[in-house]
């Protein structure tokens, strides 16, 4: 056995993807040149499309630039605690936004697809300001004059890292840290997820090297949860059902559940994937009574190649392939149930 | 603004604490010169203490060494897929082991305190053999040879790695990354404890480069909640009680409940704890009905510096500042709870 003089082995670099780093390069320099920016992201925005616009529009004001962040959904309780969220321009609602001729750049963040800007597709459709894409889904529309794409990428704050650093006069502040590690921590699921990989650990370091504080970071975004929601959740795991040798589960939960916990849907935030935890389980039902509405309402996930997706497909719903759902109106809660139920067999067998 | 022309910043070198590394460089020289060693742990292990005991234990044979490593207490359920369990030697409740004298090193690690040897103390104590201790924990007491010791470091995984890179010839092969992953995934709480900090994320990087996979270690440790279990949670969260403004919340568990879910003990694992995830909980106590000891079983966790051992010490019971526990023989259980509640006001106030 030889031992090593230099005894610290030199870690490894960031990959390097030609193409990605010609247009971060690119993008860079339009970003300096540019005045007034526009950062628009999907509606429901996740940590991800939050942190991500964020830490851009503070980077973009320490240099100077005049920033607009524009959404057009509320901000999910957990994320309120992130810094800048005061400056967010809302648009909830507003059918007639006109997007001023005085922005030269528009930058639109962790979304490829225009039709998924709602209400302001057709104003940035038609904005002569430079577009630019920053983004790590899969399939970009074409409607941008500059894209930064990289589908391999754990979150859209893993390809703004990369973005950034190439500014070396960058200050890495607190602010902009925290907002990356909160975008890339939630977009793996803090480090658990696909994609997870050694250059994601090594971009996480850097943030909290710069100030990024993991243990605050995610005490806010996932410790919050409220009292009557871990009650409601009590009921519902208490009434868990197993069906096929336990790789389905499935839990449901009454109006009168609701009621009982002084709780609403939103109050159900997690629920369905959390029980992805127990021993064997590769897919999970939500299956909630909306007496409001007079709905059945159904959320689907499942692991690896068990498709979510399939199950809701069969009663007229959507999704991804490992997170869907369905809805059902003016139906009776247990045949719904028993039906979904019966056809998951044809998926997992 | 300027733009670097070397576009990938230079990582940082992973901090060197002279002693340390002084440490280091003598136990690998040591341990290269031995032939037959012993691996010994604390009692009850936990995944940094398996993780690295199995860790060291893949790299000696790799070495062509004899290794003997010794356990006192089964392994957990969840770890159990890790690989080279079916080489540990179990010792449980065998007072008269005696250390062959053949063995010319014996390792502790995850461990500086002798008397945590239990049953194993005096051979160890008597042994002519070398005795190294390898851990992360405060105090160590004066028993070994040589101590590589960093009270900073996050777990035993990441110390241990430290000493491994220090052989310029190791084989990184997947059964090392993984189990010292999984020692630094279980310390860490996932990445998420204090002490998580950018090295230990670039330590993570390796081991996942090195053929560690994240996805997979993550739900073989901890998504394996058995089904009776969920169920119990289930039950137990929907009679959750809030105290003091919502500090402080305490699930009851009594003997009807396991009945009714087949459960025992042991399925609460983790209880407690997860209940710090509950919005404005700063204190949680897990009170249980064990009616087989006609005892009254108490686990209480905390943030910060809100004590929980304060609170167990009030009632004969001990642990750490945030993770402790007693209990009460022929109590009632009601005015049990009642009695810890009024007392946890003087800690929360």
């Not at 616009?53 to 524009?70: P, W």
């Not at 006109?98 to 030269?104: A, L, M, R, Y």
């Not at 409607?143 to 890292?161: K, Q, V």
């Not at 869907?324 to 067999?345: H, I, M, P, Y």
Request: net charge negative; aromatic share 8%; hydrophobic share 40%.
């Amino acid at each position: 056995m030889e031992l090593q003089t230099n005894t610290i082995k030199e870690i490894k670099r960031l990959k390097i993807i030609p193409e990605f780093e010609k247009s971060a390069f690119t993008i860079i320099n339009h970003l300096q040149n540019s005045k007034n920016l526009l950062l628009v992201t999907h509606t429901n925005p996740d940590g991800d499309a939050i942190g991500s616009c964020l830490a851009l529009y503070h980077y973009l004001t320490q240099k100077n630039k005049n920033v607009t962040f524009i959404l057009q959904s509320p901000i999910p309780t957990n994320l309120q605690f992130l810094n800048g969220i005061d400056k967010i321009h809302f648009l909830l609602n507003q059918n007639n936004f006109k997007i001023s001729p005085d922005f030269d750049t528009i930058v639109v963040l962790d979304l490829n697809d225009i039709s998924r800007l709602k209400t302001l597709r057709d104003e940035i459709e038609l904005s002569k300001a430079t577009k630019i894409v920053i983004d790590h889904h899969q399939e970009p529309k074409d409607f941008a004059d500059y894209y930064l794409i990289d589908t391999t990428a754990s979150s859209t704050g893993e390809i703004l890292f990369k973005l950034l650093r190439k500014d070396s006069s960058i200050n890495w502040t607190k602010e902009i840290c925290e907002s990356l590690y909160v975008a890339i921590m939630t977009d793996t699921g803090n480090f658990r997820f696909e994609r997870t990989d050694g250059e994601v650990h090594r971009i996480v370091a850097e943030l909290i090297d710069y100030g990024a504080d993991p243990v605050k970071l995610y005490n806010e975004v996932y410790n919050k949860i409220p009292f009557n929601a871990a009650k409601l959740m009590g009921l519902g795991y208490s009434k868990l059902e197993s069906y096929y040798g336990g790789k389905l589960v499935v839990m449901p939960i009454r109006h009168k559940d609701f009621l009982e916990t002084n709780t609403q849907e939103e109050d159900t935030e997690g629920f369905v994937e959390s029980l992805l935890s127990i021993d064997g389980v590769v897919m999970s039902i939500l299956i909630m009574e909306v007496v409001e509405r007079n709905e059945i309402r159904v959320s689907i996930r499942s692991k690896g190649d068990y498709s979510a997706r399939n199950l809701a497909l069969n009663f007229g719903g959507g999704g991804h392939i490992n997170a869907a759902g369905c809805r059902f109106q003016n139906a009776d809660f247990e045949v719904t149930k028993q039906k979904l139920v019966d056809k998951a067999s044809e998926i997992l067998y």
